[in-house]
Structures are given as structure tokens and as C-alpha cells.
């Protein structure tokens, strides 16, 4: 048991002891959202990479916690590719210079088949990232919570 005075020295100081609680919250909160976008990104590629782009390009998501306590939660890899729709388009080479007739293909589709252009029909956006937000958002608000209340119980009542 703790004397009132220790009590009241508690209360005085326990801005600090929320703002480390503050941090670790989001830390905790951002990891399960990072998580569960991480889960949805499973879902729609099967292994995290993307085929057809480059060599398998890898996508995910990370976070990093900032000083002042808030957290960044960033898409990585060219995730937007199966995050949003895209529309029908034509695919030509790079760096065709019409001027000089050059007639690179853009395209090789096996054997000898060369196509000058294409035409891509475009995409449905599968929103792993807005999904995996929105299906872990309401797990990472209980643990923040908690975390908060758990450090603040212990901070006062002198455990902490």
C-alpha cells in the first residue's frame, strides 16, 4: 500500500508515463493493422510478389512510429499496381522516336511474335490496403486502448 502522498506524486507524473504508453499503443496498433494488410496482400497475390512485373516484384506494407507518438503505415513495391483500377490504355516501346521510324516491338509474346502496340484492356482494383485497414482497424483500437489503461493502472498503483 502506498501513502497519499506517493498517490499524489504518481497523479503529478503520470503525463509522462501516458506518453510512453502513448507510443507503444501505436506501435502495437500499427503492427496489427501493417499485419492484416500484410494478410489481405496474401490473399490476392498468393506469395507477396507480382507476376509480371519485372522478376516477381514483392509488395507489402510497413510502418514506422514517429518521435511525437503517431505512426506511418506505407504501402512497398508497386502495390498500387492490384490497389487501384486502371484504365484500357495502349502499351508502346520505350523511348520510340516516331521522327526516325524506328520500329522497336513493344512486345515479344513468344516463338517470333512481335507487336508494335498493344492494347491493355485495364484492371479491377483489388484494395488490399483499404481492406486490410478496414478489417484490422477495430483489433488495433482495442489493443491501443488497452495499452494505455494497463500502463495507467500500473503507473499509479506503483507496479510501473
Given at each position: 500500500?502506498?501513502?497519499?502522498?506517493e498517490f499524489a506524486a504518481r497523479c503529478a507524473?503520470?503525463?509522462?508515463?501516458?506518453?510512453?504508453?502513448?507510443?507503444?499503443?501505436?506501435?502495437?496498433?500499427?503492427?496489427?493493422?501493417?499485419?492484416?494488410?500484410?494478410?489481405?496482400?496474401?490473399?490476392?497475390?498468393?506469395?507477396?510478389?507480382?507476376?509480371?512485373?519485372?522478376?516477381?516484384?514483392?509488395?507489402?506494407?510497413?510502418?514506422?512510429?514517429?518521435?511525437?507518438?503517431?505512426?506511418?503505415?506505407?504501402?512497398?513495391?508497386?502495390?498500387?499496381?492490384?490497389?487501384?483500377?486502371?484504365?484500357?490504355?495502349?502499351?508502346?516501346?520505350?523511348?520510340?522516336?516516331?521522327?526516325?521510324?524506328?520500329?522497336?516491338?513493344?512486345?515479344?509474346?513468344?516463338?517470333?511474335?512481335?507487336?508494335?502496340?498493344?492494347?491493355?484492356?485495364?484492371t479491377r482494383g483489388k484494395r488490399p490496403f483499404a481492406?486490410?485497414?478496414?478489417?484490422?482497424?477495430?483489433?488495433?483500437?482495442?489493443?491501443?486502448?488497452?495499452?494505455?489503461?494497463?500502463?495507467?493502472?500500473?503507473?499509479?498503483?506503483?507496479?510501473?
Amino acid at each position: 500500500m502506498q501513502t497519499v502522498d506517493e498517490f499524489a506524486a504518481r497523479c503529478a507524473s503520470i503525463d509522462q508515463a501516458l506518453l510512453a504508453a502513448q507510443r507503444e499503443g501505436v506501435g502495437r496498433a500499427a503492427l496489427t493493422i501493417t499485419r492484416g494488410i500484410r494478410d489481405q496482400i496474401r490473399a490476392v497475390t498468393g506469395d507477396s510478389r507480382l507476376s509480371g512485373v519485372g522478376r516477381g516484384a514483392r509488395v507489402g506494407a510497413k510502418y514506422t512510429v514517429l518521435s511525437g507518438g503517431d505512426a506511418i503505415i506505407q504501402a512497398t513495391g508497386p502495390l498500387h499496381l492490384i490497389e487501384r483500377p486502371t484504365r484500357a490504355h495502349e502499351i508502346e516501346p520505350r523511348g520510340r522516336r516516331r521522327s526516325r521510324g524506328n520500329r522497336r516491338p513493344a512486345l515479344y509474346l513468344g516463338g517470333s511474335r512481335f507487336y508494335a502496340r498493344v492494347h491493355a484492356r485495364g484492371t479491377r482494383g483489388k484494395r488490399p490496403f483499404a481492406k486490410g485497414i478496414a478489417a484490422s482497424a477495430p483489433q488495433a483500437t482495442r489493443q491501443y486502448q488497452a495499452e494505455i489503461t494497463r500502463r495507467a493502472w500500473r503507473h499509479l498503483l506503483g507496479s510501473g
